[in-house]
């Protein structure tokens, strides 16, 4: 996927009858980070992105609720 794909897709995604909970996302990332190889010399990284990845979504969601 180029980038002008995932940003089509994610403003397909973005709508809050297609986004997910914050809770949800979490359980994805861990369900993610499990699923991954623990050998594979880009574990770790891996990790720090996924992890990167939900600590915006869920900055983005604390900051929304914080605005409303």
Not at 13 to 42: C, F, M, R
Request: charged content about 20%; hydrophobic content about 40%.
């Amino acid at each position: 996927m180029n980038r002008a794909d995932v940003a089509k897709r994610l403003s397909n995604l973005a709508g809050p009858e297609v986004a997910k909970p914050s809770d949800e996302t979490v359980a994805h990332v861990v369900a993610l980070i499990g699923s991954l190889n623990t050998q594979s010399p880009l574990y770790q990284p891996n990790v720090e992105t996924l992890l990167s990845l939900e600590a915006t979504i869920w900055a983005r969601e604390c900051g929304a609720k914080l605005q409303n």
